[in-house]
């Protein structure tokens, strides 16, 4: 890596543990290929903490923040500006500290939005069904709704409340015409009938539960793509299924890497290295 | 350098400016050739925001600090404990970040005492002759008070309300005998001849004014030891005087070393590689 000296700009990431974070390798990785004069260190933040780190990260002069699990709401509450596609989802996982403003934003549904692009599909205008209602969910359905505005967007879940919320604010925030309903074999059949993108939002099929899918294999027509946020494994059973089936398929990979890209732009202006940081993410994995 | 990975802990250097602070080279160097998980960065921390950075350094979990001018007073007001030398001295340019509490000491008179005894000269119980009553001839004059105290110290200044209370302050605190005087021609003859030790620590004699010199070399006898706290050049008028005259000299780069050195001690428990230090000190000046 570049060497570091009194110039050197510090990035980080705060989460809680932090111990397993694959950030700092695939960001200094990324930093090193381009030769940019910036370091990306892990903080372990204590919850109750996050107010005084964020001031420290001001005081100090640090470039920007990764923020991850338990701090993205908490985050939100402390920076300067949140930007309105953050706002809309709640949380941040970004923030850039510019002229002594610390500025919020969250590139988890643009690392999704991004990935699907790269695979050659724009949702604007689609048929878009998401399965799940937590906050990956979240950050997919309101990016989408704000940024990339699906002609529709249904929403299948198992948590009522969390689900209501959501299809809620994707009307309100992101205008977009939305729909919810109690994720069934009988829902899902009725929907991935005039879905043109499936998002799978939803832990199952995570490691050790590699056999388990949400989706039964005869549902999945060719002409739907079909992404899955699970990242470990890289090739889900869903993902695998809807291979055989002719589908196009996304990898929840793509959204981590897209995540980190779009960070990695916000901090440094110049355009991620992608192939750099696939390859530190696949040497982990 | 070691590879960054999350588990990866933070030390720094606080100062302002800092853009051409040597410690980050130093200590980076030091933790790779002991391949230690650790890492050292640079921040440049705005007077008046010294409380929040360190309010910043444990809520984010640094294992340590260098704290530089113009930020050594303050730092000690806001820090847990100090240590008494460094109470003593009235400033710290280290903390030690140890459960939670924030520890403040000061090395830079460490560093010269260290720089000595690595030199064969043990203080303790000498006749000490210091010039100048600024911050480097405080933390010397308070570090040998405390913790190597010679039978008598002299301290020769040109500022005598800052000469004054470094006199009284070596007396009470250290309970050494000490006086001070006015430095001029005949105050410096009449001490010189008696001392064992000359430490130097005005700026007299720094680039670029390379051939100035505050001692006649007709004064030096080759008992004496001489150091000097100037360390560019590092061979400065002084010390080519001084071993013209047949003295032991030590440089003020040995000073500058030594005190990384035990910052470095106190943060990783491990010795210090001295001649790593010292190559990449080489290196830059």
């Known amino acids: 890596m570049t060497p570091i000296d009194a110039k050197t700009q510090v990035c980080a990431v705060i989460g809680h543990p932090i111990g397993h974070s694959l950030s700092p390798a695939l960001h200094n ?20 903490c996050v107010g005084r780190a964020m001031e420290g990260i001001r005081a100090l002069g640090y470039r920007g923040l990764s923020v991850t699990i338990p701090h993205k709401v908490k985050a939100m509450e402390v920076v300067d500006q949140v930007d309105p596609t953050a706002r809309a989802i709640g949380c941040i996982n970004t923030v850039v500290h510019e002229g002594g403003c610390l500025l919020g934003s969250n590139s988890d549904g643009r690392g999704a939005l991004n990935a699907l692009r790269q695979a050659g599909c724009d949702p604007t205008g ?8 937590g906050g990956a969910a979240r950050a997919i359905a309101m990016t989408l709704a704000c940024e990339a505005p699906p002609a529709r967007l249904e929403i299948l879940g198992v948590e009522p409340d969390e689900l209501e919320r959501l299809v809620r604010d994707v009307q309100q925030r992101g ?9 069934t074999r009988a829902t899902l059949c009725e929907h991935l009938g005039t879905a043109d993108v499936l998002m799978h939002c939803s832990p199952i099929g995570m490691h050790p539960n590699e056999d388990a899918s949400l989706v039964p294999a005869e549902y999945l027509r060719p002409e ?62």
């Open 29 to 48: 990785a990324a930093f090193a290929a381009l030769e940019l004069p910036l370091v990306y260190v892990a903080h372990d933040v204590l919850p109750g």
């Open 126 to 133: 689609k048929n878009v069904l998401v399965l799940g209602s």
């Open 175 to 183: 205008q977009v015409p939305a729909g919810g309903a109690r994720l």
């Open 224 to 285: 739907l793509l079909v992404f899955d946020a699970v990242y470990n494994p890289r090739q889900t059973r869903l993902l695998r299924d809807a291979s055989a089936a002719g589908c196009a398929t996304v990898e929840g990979l793509e959204m981590f890497l897209g995540q980190a890209a779009v960070q990695f732009e916000l901090w440094t202006g110049v355009p991620a290295p992608h192939e750099v940081m696939r390859r530190v993410v696949e040497a982990h994995l």
